[in-house]
């Protein structure tokens, strides 16, 4: 997807003349940009904001880097789960990205899109590899393609303020599930918090320079797997002691969390999805332009 685009190809991918739209550049409806000969460029995460909020069907998206089906789906969230699901089964990354796509030009939150299509059609994938339904390859190229759109993604939302939190997290130790904590990453970001995820594999005392170098306003961690649950908890306590002692809350999240493990645990908050964090992030953080 192209970062910065002129006005001639957003009015192309609009199908409105270039005078309309740097009449709308000039008025602030679309952000833009001056290169040093004076000319506007947009960046396209402020032209993906203005097709949002204005429900401005596209008439060329392959113009601004998105998929040429993107209008074609109905932007329905319940109806979309299935439609991703097949298409993440059939390893077709352009009909998941128009999926994905129609869904937040139709006004659906990151957020949702994540919790209630990408999650489910997962869980749904994972059900069918139990069942020898799925190969495991359909499964790794489902994890590709979803990475990619959480990429896209994250790189439309509106930029987070300069002075808004940091938030940093990850998985622990020997859990490779990078799509949760990528989620969470992304999810965060539209709340308007600096989110950045640290990745899968980090051993506890990493994160606890991580939290006393980079002094976060959010800690998480993403559990979704568990070897040993008597050493995943001795090496949270250490995260989480690093973390208490600074005044970091740390919110703990994932498919591995059952309620007996978390008896053992001291945390800010647990949630069952990325809609729960948002919540609480938003206790702590509460930008005024945030969906
Ligand atoms: C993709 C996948 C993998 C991939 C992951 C690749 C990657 N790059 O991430 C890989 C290849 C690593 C993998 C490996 C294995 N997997 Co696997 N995997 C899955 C699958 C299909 C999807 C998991 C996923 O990423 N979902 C997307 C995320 C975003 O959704 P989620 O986990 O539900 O997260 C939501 C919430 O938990 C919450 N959340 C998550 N994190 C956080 C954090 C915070 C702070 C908060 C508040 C909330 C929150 O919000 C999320 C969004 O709603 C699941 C199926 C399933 N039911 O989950 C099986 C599944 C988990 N795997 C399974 C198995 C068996 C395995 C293997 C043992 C297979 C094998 N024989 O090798 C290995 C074990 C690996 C290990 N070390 O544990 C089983 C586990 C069964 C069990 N009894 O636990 C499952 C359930 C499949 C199944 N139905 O049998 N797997």
């Known amino acids: 997807m192209k970062e910065l685009l002129t006005p001639k190809q957003v009015a192309r991918a609009i199908g409105v003349s270039e005078a309309s739209l740097k009449r709308w550049c000039d008025k602030g409806l679309i952000p833009a940009i001056r ?5 506007r460029r947009l960046p396209i995460n402020g032209v993906i904001q203005f097709l949002r909020s204005t429900q401005r069907p596209m008439v060329r998206p392959g113009v601004l880097g998105l998929p040429a089906t993107t209008g074609l789906s109905d932007g329905v969230l319940e109806r979309s789960q299935g439609r991703m699901q097949e298409a993440l089964e059939a390893g077709d990354p352009e009909r998941c990205r128009a999926i994905a796509f129609d869904l937040y030009l139709a006004g659906h939150a990151v957020v949702d899109i994540c919790d209630k299509v990408l999650a489910a059609s ?22 590709e393609i979803t990475m990619r759109v959480l990429l896209e993604l994250r790189a439309v939302l509106a930029s987070p303020a300069v002075d808004a939190p940091y938030a940093l997290g990850g998985t622990l130790g020997p859990d490779p599930y990078t799509l949760a904590t990528t989620m969470v990453e992304t999810a965060l970001r539209e709340a308007g918090w600096r989110a950045q995820s640290h990745g899968v594999g980090i051993p506890a005392e990493t994160y606890c320079a991580a939290i006393r ?5 959010l800690f998480w961690l993403s559990v979704s797997t568990l070897e040993s649950v008597p050493k995943f908890v001795a090496q949270y306590r250490v995260i989480h002691e690093a973390a208490s002692t600074r005044g970091v ?31 609480f992030a938003r206790t702590l953080y509460f930008p005024s332009k945030v969906d």
């Open 35 to 39: 290169t040093v000969g004076g000319h």
């Open 122 to 143: 997962f869980r749904a994938l994972g059900d069918r590899w139990e069942h020898g339904d799925l190969e495991v390859y359909q499964e790794r190229l489902a994890c």
């Open 213 to 217: 170098d980079k002094a976060p306003a």
């Open 249 to 279: 809350p740390v919110a703990v999240g994932g498919r591995a969390l059952t309620e007996d493990i978390r008896q053992q645990l001291a945390y800010s908050a647990f949630g069952d999805n990325l809609r729960h964090l948002v919540t």
